[in-house]
Every structure is written in C-alpha cells, then in structure tokens.
C-alpha cells in the first residue's frame, strides 16, 4: 500500500460487505484515492468464499484497508425490540433500531471510529448507522451511497426500522449518491435529499483491447451474479430457450450454495435443453467483464419481486457494455428507461411472455442484427458507461461537500 498526504482530505468508506462483494466500494475508493483523498475503507471479513480475493485486492490497492469479523453478537436482537422500535418510530434511538434491523455495525462503527477522517460514507443500512457514529463522534461530514432502495425490499417491520434510520441520518449528509436515478428519485421524495446518480460501471482497462468475434452459428447468452437465484428471470429465459428456432446456449455463473442452480438444470432437463446450460463457479470480480466478452448477450433480468427490483440498474448491463455484449433487458420501469439510451445494445421482454423473448432471440441471432447490437454495445462502452466517465461525477459530488464545509465554516 502506498502512503499518500491527505492534502485534499482524509475519506472513510464504511461497508457491511466483503470487499470482493462490492466493486461499487473498490471504484469510490480508487477513484477518490488517484485524486488526491487519503482514503480508507472498513469492510467485514466474514464470508470465506471471498476471502482469498479480498486478500488480493487488499494487497493490490493503494488505500487503507480495515477488514473487521462479523460476530455472532450482530445478530438482530429479536421480536422484542423491533416491535419496540416500529412503535416507536422515529423516537428511538438509531443505534437501537440498527441493532434490531441486523448487520455488524457495532464492528464497523468501532473501527470508523478509531479512523480519523473528514468525510464518512455509509454503504448499505449498517454501513450508514456506522458511518453516522463516526461522523458524530469525530465531528465530521456524513455521506451515504444508495446502492439499493432499502425501505423497498423486506418486511413491513424491516422497512419501518430502515426508515427510521434513514429518517435521521440522511437529511445531515453532505454528499449522498445513488446507482441509478429511479432509486434517486424515490430517495428525494421519502426524505428531501438530493442524491447524485452514479452508476454501476466500471473502467475500461477491464475492458478487452478490441471486439470479441463469436461468429455466427450458436446463439450464447451469459448471465452471473453472486449467487444463483430463482428471483433473477432465469426461469422464463430457460422456457424461450426451448421455442427458439436456432440454437441458444445459457451459461450461468455463481455460487450454487443454496441448490438453485440444480433446481434451473432441472428445469431444462424438462424442456429437453439441459446440454445448452451450464452452472459455471464464480470468478473474481476483476474478470468480470473479460468473461463476459465471448457471448452474444447478456441477461439482465430483474423482476418484480420488490420495490428495489423495479427501480435499480445492476452491473450486470455495464458489464456487459464494457465488454461489448448487447443486453436482455426485462421491463422494469428502471429498465425500460434505460433501454432507449442503448439504442441497437438493448432489447426489452417481459418475462411473462417466454414465446416472445424467443422470437426476440431469433430476430438478435441473425447476422446483420447481431453485428450491430454488439458494435452499438462496444461504442457506448467506450464513450459513455464506464467509470472513466462516470467517476467524474463521483468526484464532483464530494468536491462539493469539501466546498460548502469551507464556505460553512
């Protein structure tokens, strides 16, 4: 790690995640580190299936990194106390509410606070509660990164603990961001905060040095994440699979650890297309986009299981971009917004209809279409969704809360 004078100011990023399971953390800080921040990141070290890659990108980066256990004490602290704080409101304490929603911020907010900085930004609900102590207790300026839209997903007791949360803490921050501007929209109407969109791309030296060709006899569609779902559309694109024309192949990367990956093998076994899927194993997230370059298409397909569901924007899609795949898009509204920003590298299904995602598979799969989504793919990776880019917007944001503090002081 390499040792830089915090000339421009001392940064803390507070996340209840591995490093290796948040490259919207590692972008912040590499972006805030190359321009002039002394920057520090606290993280868990709780899941051994990334421990191996975050002690690579520990090792690799040129900021601080404090990687703290999850202890069995972080657990939620029951029944009781959440029906205490739904009650409550917004009259209980955050500490308290934090501690019945779940997640390690007793930890994190120990290790903020022996960080000094000028700036504490909170990733998550138990990244925010930490942050929020250390700003407190050090006297300084409180961010947030909304990367999901928390009181959007979970139960009713879940939401009311994380609007309580949110409730307090968010009208102080300084510089508040969000990962795509639906989830923005709906942040400045529940609390009057301006979030600053920031999406979930990524730079273009992961990006391979020139187009994959992969020619044009099978159609190859990608999709990963971290952990293979039933919740992620799969399901309806596995049903497509077996009224295309023409032969399409799925391959499907993530951990496999709840089953649900056997349970979409099954699936095709019984639609006669087991031999064209295949559960490949998670990969580091620096690989990302090089693996995703040999397909014809990326899926992005996100139901509506959830508020949060409808209005984010993964880095599915700018990964796929980056390496110069066109993307499956399913309708949310956060989708469908996008979708005319992509032009030719996009194209739109419902996932209720599986005869007519294989009728848009087969009009992608013809030669002149298939060449043109994937230039169209490769451009808007280079000129517009890469961090590159969008870091700059990054970097504005905190320039401005720098700013104002002086002028306030």
């Known amino acids: 790690m390499t040792t830089r004078s915090p000339a421009r100011g001392a940064i803390c990023i507070v996340s209840p995640g591995n490093l290796a399971s948040n490259p919207r953390v ?66 209980i304490p955050v500490a308290l509410a934090a501690r019945a929603y779940g997640g390690p911020v007793a930890a994190l907010a120990r290790a903020a606070r022996g960080v000094p900085a000028d700036l504490y930004v909170g990733h998550y609900v138990a990244g925010l509660a930490a942050a929020g102590q250390a700003a407190r207790r050090r006297g300084a300026m409180l961010g947030f990164d909304a990367e999901d839209l928390h009181t959007g997903e979970g139960t009713a007791l879940q939401i009311g603990l994380v609007q309580t949360i949110e409730r307090v803490l968010l009208p102080g921050c300084r510089h508040v961001t969000a990962a795509a501007p639906l989830i923005g929209k709906a942040y400045r109407a529940r609390y009057g905060v301006e979030p600053t969109a920031v999406l979930n791309v990524f730079p273009l030296a992961m990006a ?158 013809a030669p002149d279409e298939r060449s043109a989504a994937r230039e169209m793919a490769w451009r808007l990776g280079r000129e517009r969704y890469n961090w590159d880019v969008e870091k700059k917007v990054l970097l504005s944001s905190v320039e401005r809360a720098f700013a104002n503090r002086r002028v306030a002081a």
């Open 26 to 91: 590692l972008k912040e800080a590499d972006a805030l580190h190359e321009a002039g921040y002394a920057v520090t990141a606290i993280a868990c070290d709780y899941t051994e299936a990334l421990r191996g890659f975050d002690d690579e990108i520990a090792a690799s980066v040129g900021w601080k990194v404090v990687r703290v256990p999850r202890s069995a004490s972080e657990r939620p602290i029951g029944l009781l106390a959440g029906a205490v704080a739904k009650l409550a409101g917004t009259h």
């Open 208 to 365: 391979p040095a020139e187009p994959v060709c992969t020619g044009q006899g099978v159609f190859r569609a990608y999709w990963f994440s971290q952990t293979v779902g039933l919740d992620r559309g799969l399901q309806a694109f596995i049903r497509a699979m077996a009224r295309t024309t023409m032969r399409v192949t799925l391959d499907i990367r993530g951990s496999n650890r709840w089953g649900h990956g056997d349970s979409l093998m099954e699936l095709a076994r019984e639609l006669g297309v087991a031999d064209s899927v295949r559960l490949l194993p998670m990969a580091a997230p620096q690989e990302m986009v090089r693996l995703a370059a040999d397909y014809d298409v990326g899926l992005s397909l996100e139901t509506d299981v959830s508020e949060n569901r409808r209005v984010c924007l993964t880095n599915k899609i700018f990964t796929y971009l980056l390496a110069g795949v066109p993307v499956l898009l399913s309708n949310t509204p956060a989708q469908d917004a996008l979708a005319p920003e992509l032009g030719a590298a996009a194209r739109v299904v419902s996932l209720a209809d599986p005869a007519g995602i294989a009728a848009v598979l087969d009009r992608l799969a």
